[in-house]
């Protein structure tokens, strides 16, 4: 491995750097992705798995990305093209990565863009004469011209953002904004669970009925663990590029995962107990957002308002997630094909927009019946990246940073930061090499049937 990082820019502190990786990890896969799959899911049982997904693969893959990303101080293209001597075909998973941040953003921009037009919506609501039902949620997800303008809006916001450059754009955005959202979601917590009835919401997310653990349940919680820590694809390769080298790799990846998680919890809290105390359906689908949250808020009194306040966190949770994708395309456009970062983040956006065009108008009359596999280009897309390309990269991911880079060199970069080298990196390191991949092969086998877990 050679390093090289004359002139890049970086993330100016720890805490910066942990607040930018905190920032790509939240976003709509806790308050969206998250509750929806959990109810359509049974609850409980998929959320014990996640969380084992997240411990077992997350952290250990998520530490490997920060390895090879520091350790390059590359693109995520380059970073696996060059890490392993002599075998430059590694760069596929950079190349994947490229491919799954477009699939990813072509979906996200779309659920982003609801999600900006439900703060306009839920705030005119608090007027009289445009109440938020659930005829809302079709009209503008099933339409044509407004989920596409929301989009285009979302996809010229974070390319703006991203254009200012990483120390000045995506580390002062995150770092104001994620301490916000923590706020914001207790305050839903609170509203939430005392409610009467709140009890079984509870009961739902955390009283697993361990029979419901399916081959679709193992596969989609592991599907939610890559999509979560923004792993698999070379974000958390290209944010390790960044990251300052007092950064400790091991802690800084597991307070990551626990602040992640618990955003996730906190968002189940606010939205599962509601849906019990109103006799709403946990498995509402991607609408159960959009749908549950306005519904069940307007029931209580002052609840207009906690339904703005829940699709600005919202909103703001988006951002940095966003920008993470994004960042992926620019950083190699930027460094391997010397684009002014600007035109690279504007250009981005528009290959970005050309597939989102096809994820939004599939749910619309003009591409809704398209099917592909058997699915709309939405779901297509969706179930591609986070099930598919995702798991994949991870097992590459970790067999490059577990066998083909030198055990020396790995640890030598994990152990940085220490005066002496901490006990838990060799766990870690242990798990990269055999507990990791090894999980997601079985669950990856599993769901093609080649062998029988669940
Ligand atoms: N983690 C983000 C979320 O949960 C989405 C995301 C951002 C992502 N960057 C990523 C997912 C990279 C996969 C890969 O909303």
Known sequence: MSTQHQGRDAFASNLGAFAATVGSAVGLGNIWKFPYLTGSNGGAAFVLTYLLAVALVGVPVMAVEHVIGRRMRLDAVRAYGRVVPGQRFWSAIGWAGLLSALLIMAFYTDVAGWVFAYVLKSALALGPGRPLGPETFGALAGGTW????????????????????????????????????????????????????????????????????????????????????????????TYGSYLPEETRIVPNATRVALADTLVSLLAGLAIFPAVFAFGGKPAGGPGLLFNTIPLVFSRMPGGGLFTVLFFVLAAVATIGAMVSLVEVPVAWLVEKGHVARPAAAFLTAGAMLALGLLATLSQSPVLGDVRIFGKGFFDLFDFLSSNVLLPVGGVAIAVVGGWLVSRKEFLAELDKGYAAEPWYDRIVYAFIRYVTPGLILLILLNSLGVIRLA
């Open 146 to 237: 407004e989920p596409i303008g929301w989009q285009v809006g979302v996809l010229a916001l974070t390319a703006t953002i991203i254009a200012a450059g990483v120390s000045k754009g995506i580390e002062k955005v995150t770092k104001t904004l994620m301490p916000l959202l923590f706020a914001l979601l207790l305050v839903c917590d609170v509203r939430a669970l005392t409610l009467p009835g709140a009890a079984s919401g509870v009961a739902y997310l955390f009283r697993p009925d361990l029979g419901k653990i399916s081959g679709t349940v193992l596969l989609s919680a592991l599907g939610l663990a890559f999509f979560k820590l923004s792993l698999g694809m070379g974000t958390m390769t």
